[in-house]
């Protein structure tokens, strides 16, 4: 059974990077047609694709926030790293890494993200 895991600071500063990791236990993010992604939920608003990752390097990213996002992974410790720049308070929300044999089989239990000074 996958399972997925988030972690990061639970508040940022406006303009500063946001990163958080995601940690995949119980599959391989290298694993033939396996597929990692990020997807937000703002308060009031429907879930949010931010950005994904292939099992071969490939990434995807959302046209409205390929401008400040880029993605990472670790493979010796099987993690995938979601970067967000210029964060702003309407960043503010719930992240979640999914990922599987399609982009959303898994879900993590999400992270809140407060942007605030």
């Known amino acids: 059974q996958v399972q997925l895991q988030e972690s990061g600071p639970g508040l940022v500063n406006p303009s500063q990077t946001l990163s958080l990791i995601c940690t995949v236990s119980g599959g391989s993010i290298t694993a033939n047609n396996y597929y990692s992604a990020w997807v937000r939920q703002l308060p009031g608003k429907g879930l949010e694709w931010i950005a994904g990752l292939r099992w071969d390097g490939q990434t995807y990213y959302s046209p409205s926030l390929k401008s400040r996002t880029s993605l990472s992974r670790d493979t010796s410790n099987n993690q995938l790293t979601l970067h967000l720049s210029r964060v702003t308070p309407e960043d503010t929300g719930v992240y979640y890494c999914?990922?599987?044999?399609?982009?959303?089989?898994?879900w993590g239990q999400g992270t809140q993200v407060t942007v605030s000074s």
């Open positions: 999914t990922g599987g044999k399609t982009w959303h089989d898994y």
